[in-house]
């Protein structure tokens, strides 16, 4: 029997968790409806991937899109657009915007907003502050919220819950999954003075330095087991941490950046305050620890941390710098060149990027190639070679820490839920990006 999809990708070579495998995809109703041999289908419309391969939709599980904030620096609209450009076909964006997002009323207003201006699928974090501690719970049960965020440690914005009676008080109310970003506030506070006088932004990562980072996670994760709340500690940078957070599986999940896998301390002198963010890009043991993690299973999600500043922030003297660097339209890119470059497959990389994300926030309907899942996919082509130039980045920022980079492997075509948002470097259509659904 003949079958008629909406979609048909054809001939492509399918990354599954268990290796790889040319496979044709038949797309019914924004979803996956057959995979296998397929030659005999017709469909609305053909995406031949004959010499390409076939991922689940990538996700970039935290981006920082600024909305409502500053437009001369992102939006909704232009950071998914870079989002389809690079690849990904979800993002979940941070709470820590102007208004930061933490109550039903500010929910609801983003979910309005985000209507007509994605380009790609959508999750929301809502921010934990000292005045809805009690609240979270009914707040993270909210349609489209992917989790709780909390900073334990001050970084860009308002939001902050440094004590650990705060701490407690969040992780006893509600049940999911909570975020952190770890570094300790009372260590950052101490050590403050010690650099107020300026200098080179390498001093950054010597403020926040490691203890600053191993203190935190080491203080949340005590807590997380005396509550029994499970703690995903987003943006791991050192060796310290990976090495008690592999001990730490029974309540722990753990992000790395981008930043942390490609990056070491060479990068202050070489790019300045374009290498500046939270936490800070260290020396090359932290890095050869997170491959490390990354080979023996302790890392559960990759993500950009994308967080884009205007260039006259970013180019202040130091410690004035603003902390924080774009991502969400290289990280494709990037990964694929790890791939190429021999330091993780294919498979571990839609396990981080896809599996991984799904799994701890509890997406539905993504995470996985297979039948019923979203039609989303990242089609990649592992032959091609090209330099990042920032003339690509579309966010108004206009800049990215990686240009001139070349990358072995680049995104050919972005498909979200069977519609096809980008092929050859092309966006197509309208903004059609729908919110996410959590368990």
Not at 93 to 109: G, H
Not at 121 to 135: C, E, R
Not at 207 to 217: M, N, S
Request: charged content about 25%; hydrophobic content about 40%; glycine content about 10%.
């Amino acid at each position: 029997m003949s079958h008629h999809f909406e979609l048909l990708l054809r001939g492509g070579t399918l990354v599954l968790p268990w290796g790889q495998e040319v496979a044709d995809v038949g797309v019914r109703d924004g979803r996956i409806a057959a995979i296998g041999d397929l030659r005999l289908a017709s469909a609305d419309t053909v995406l031949d991937c004959r010499h390409l391969h076939v991922l689940p939709g990538l996700i970039d599980a935290h981006v920082h899109l600024r909305e409502p904030g500053d437009p001369a620096v992102e939006t909704i609209e232009t950071g998914t657009r870079a989002a389809v450009l690079g690849g990904l076909t979800a993002v979940f964006d941070m709470p820590n915007t102007s208004p930061p997002i933490v109550s039903s009323e500010r929910l609801a207003w983003k979910r309005e907003h985000i209507r007509g201006r994605a380009w790609c699928d959508m999750g929301l974090y809502v921010g934990a502050t000292k005045a809805n501690l009690d609240d979270l719970g009914r707040l993270e049960a909210e349609p489209n919220v992917c989790a709780i965020k909390v900073f334990a440690g001050s970084s860009t914005g308002d939001l902050l819950v440094e004590d650990d009676a705060s701490l407690e008080r969040a992780m006893r109310s509600g049940r999911r999954t909570i975020c952190y970003h770890s570094e300790d506030e009372y260590r950052l506070q101490e050590r403050r003075a010690m650099f107020e006088g300026g200098g080179p932004h390498r001093l950054h990562a010597e403020w926040r330095d490691v203890e600053c980072a191993f203190l935190g996670t080491r203080r949340i994760i005590a807590l997380a087991r005396k509550t029994g709340r499970p703690a995903h500690i987003l943006h791991v940078s050192t060796a310290e941490e990976l090495a008690f957070l592999g001990r730490a599986r029974d309540i722990a999940s753990v992000e790395v950046l981008l930043n942390h896998l490609t990056q070491t301390d060479e990068a202050y002198d070489r790019l300045g305050g374009y290498a500046v963010m939270n936490p800070p890009i260290r020396e090359e043991r932290h890095l050869r620890a997170a491959w490390a993690a990354m080979s023996d299973g302790t890392i559960d999600v990759v993500a950009s941390d994308h967080a884009p500043h205007s260039r006259a922030a970013k180019e202040r003297p130091w410690p004035a710098t603003a902390a924080g660097l774009t991502g969400v339209q290289t990280i494709v890119p990037l990964m694929l060149d790890h791939v190429s470059n021999g330091r993780l497959s294919l498979s571990r990389l839609a396990d981080v990027m896809c599996a991984g994300p799904a799994r701890i926030y509890g997406a539905v309907g993504k995470g996985r190639l297979a039948v019923g899942y979203d039609g989303d996919f990242t089609v990649v082509d592992m032959g091609a070679r090209r330099r990042i130039e920032e003339s690509w980045i579309v966010s108004p920022c206009g800049w990215t820490p990686f240009a001139g980079h070349e990358c072995h492997g680049w995104p050919y075509a972005t498909v979200v839920r069977g519609r096809i948002v980008m092929r050859d470097d092309t966006v197509l259509g309208e903004p059609q990006g729908a919110l996410i659904r959590f368990r």
